[in-house]
């Protein structure tokens, strides 16, 4: 792993726009994704976390918007800058992406392979035998036998789906993938085998990865560094194991605390009180003060901003910031 | 409290025109026993297909069994009908998995929690109705006022599976089958839910049925669990023994696939293949196909459900090499 980012999403800004107003999905969020590195995103639904990894795709369609921010790639290209045909060409081929639920949007009436093959001619002029070899690799490379190319997403169980749809996100040899859920549909022992795919791919192909998800439990397994969303920005980022022992924001220790607690039967579980709030009314201050039990006065006014308390660690929390 | 013996659901599938083609059938509940008792919480944990979810619909009469029996206190749950139907139904609920689609979008909270109240005649005014469901809603931690004529869309999930469970236990049930209750929730809120639901059921005497894939959440809720496959029950006993020392191979393979927190173990079982298709499913051990334990007998012979030790109960050939 080399130290040089992949990407820099630097103070990025999406909004929808709903019949209740401005609903500020991503809320000035700065964050970066190192070479050969996983990097989970997590937070709990509504946190921001898909439309993050859509908007570096530059796949925000109205009534979204991407209103501010720059998404620097590889050093140079600014990605919230490209003109469509400069995105045509980058786009899959540098950054790719796992949509969430992809396995249950293949189109029923092609084959697989054809449609790993529709997936590689957008972009490059393979043909015939060339082509049929590649579509086999690709499949071989998932743990699909490449037999099976011919057969139709229902002659696939859920976990070969998958794997086919990783198969395709990986078609063009990216150099970063971003993975949206892409377990959580599975069972969980066919969770278990695609999460070991995916972290086989990545080590083989020194993929960077940006590995969005709700399940904090399964991150702590493979990824090097957890950035935690809430509520549209980014609460804390730190490497993986020190954010395990030692969270910092009170929203990431509330979490990992009722995680924990269900470890041990008989105890009572910590739960954060309340929801999330609305993204169209964020209460001013620290948005996650209506929920916070160490809040003072100074979060009722004052935002806090994402600071570097130390050396690797960065957290959003006037408490921890002093 | 509850007794199942050997019951069987199969739904038919119509899948070919020719009439004399094999009648083939969903074995969605292939023979399982169990028994619950009073003011228990057992769990069934199982992966899509198990059968799991059919079998807590059985029980809540919503799905009739084609064999076998399920007994509630002695009266079979298949033979119920007019007040003795009525009587059960108050007796025993259901709560669902998903809090969005469960509750009705056009009624207020005030009708859906009061719902029961009124066809079990338990109260005979609108201002009656109110009071009892205010203080029913308190119960599930939702006490400001206005949430009454509130309607689902305004609440959020955490409070909708509170709602739900509000309307469970208004008509004051023994027995909740619990159907996910909170798979659907976000982390920070359902360790709310499950601190609830162990409340009530201290308070209210309560038995729950508890139905779940995640593993860690039926450790946390049931004292004794069953695990199930292909609508088999594999492994039944104390929670506490199965989850540290498994000795089904699939409850092996179940355990070492959820994730836990720190970095990933190596050795076990690993995870193999998927659950295969209960319209075909394999002869012999219904996991044999996947099991890295196989022999010949495992592809011939169905293991029955035995007990091993204490009440600790598994259906495998090779039960004690794991021992």
Redesign the interface.
Known sequence: MSSEPIVDVLNLRVSFWARRGEVKAVDDVSLQVKKGEIMGLAG??GCGKSTTGLALMRLIKPPGEIKDGRIIFDGGTDILSLSEEELRSFRWRKISMVFQGAMNSLNPVMTIGSQIAEAISAHESVEGKDMEERVAKLLEQVGVDASRSKDYPHEF???MRQRAVIAMALALSPELLIADEPTTAL???????I??LMIDMQKRLNLSMMFIT?????L???SDKVSIMYAGRIAEVAPT?EL?ESPLHP?TQ???E??????T?GK??????G??PDLAAVPKGCRFRP?CRYAFDRCVVEEPELLSPKEGRSVACHLVNK | MLSVKDLYVHFPVSRSLNLFAKKRSVKAVDGISFDLAKEETMALVGESGSGKTTTGRVIAKLTQPTGGSAEFEGADIRKLNGSELKDYRKRVQMMFQDPYESLNPRAAIVDQVGLPLVVFSMVKTRQEKEDVVSSLLDKVGLSHGDILYKYPHQLSGGERQRVSIARAIATNPELIVADEPVSMLDVSVRAGVLNLMQELATTYHLSYLFITHDLSVAKYMGRRMAVMYLGKVFELGPTADITSKPIHPYTQMLLEATPKIGPKSVGGVGARGEIPSSIDVPPGCRFHPRCPYATDICESEIPPLRNLMGAHSVACHWAEKFV
């Open positions: 709990e639904s169980s859920g976990g069972d969980v022992v066919v969770q278990r085998q999460l070991d709700h399940d904090l439990v399964a702590s397994e493979f194991s395990y929203y509330g979490l990992l009722s995680l924990q607690g269900i470890a039967p009572k579980l910590w739960s954060i009180p929801a999330p929920r």
